[in-house]
């Protein structure tokens, strides 16, 4: 099964031309044969990053939304605190899966990275780090997976159609 994916890139230096995480990423998503439906990039503003979120949220198509950058700790990384605004709930083991696996690549700075993923409007929002060894540890080690139909014994993909249920 195909999934439809937003990506949205937060920084404040980088362009689509020299983005290299969101390269990466659209990379991966292009082996595992998903849909790119669209790519932006945006500064690090929590209303900036809202209003696109909410604009992707409304799009039907649109299965999944990966963010990347903006959730380490300095003043101006604040993708977790949007992703807070827009949330029904918040899937706690996202982060804790990534942090773990980060481990084993960083050491012990993964405890720096507030990578996170929430539900949103029937939607699966992820907010991975910036940088290349972190948006590869998590398509890698997670989302290949949880975005693969047949990834036994469950998987994301297959709870699509029951996200909106009441």
């Known amino acids: 099964m195909k999934v439809n994916i937003a990506l949205l890139t937060v ?51 649109i299965d999944v939304i990966i963010t990347t950058g903006g959730t380490g700790l300095t003043g101006r990384d604040i993708t977790p605190e949007a992703l807070d605004e ?20 960083v050491g012990t ?26 948006v590869t540890d998590a398509w890698e080690g997670i989302l290949k997976h949880q975005l693969d139909i047949n990834n036994k014994p469950c998987n994301f993909v297959e709870l699509i159609p029951r996200l909106k249920e009441k």
């Open 86 to 105: 827009i949330a029904d709930k918040h899937i706690p083991g996202f982060g804790e899966i990534f942090r773990y696996l980060s481990l084993k690549t």
């Open 109 to 134: 700075s993964s405890i720096q990275s507030r990578a996170c993923a929430v539900l949103a409007e029937g939607k699966y929002v992820f907010a991975l780090p910036g940088s290349s060894g972190g």
């Open 11 to 61: 920084t404040d230096t980088r362009t689509i031309d020299n983005d290299k995480s969101g390269a990466i990423l659209v990379e991966k998503i292009k082996e595992a044969k998903h849909n790119l439906l669209d790519r932006k990039i945006c500064k690090d503003s929590k209303d900036d990053i809202i209003v696109i979120l909410k604009d992707w949220l409304k799009n039907k198509q």
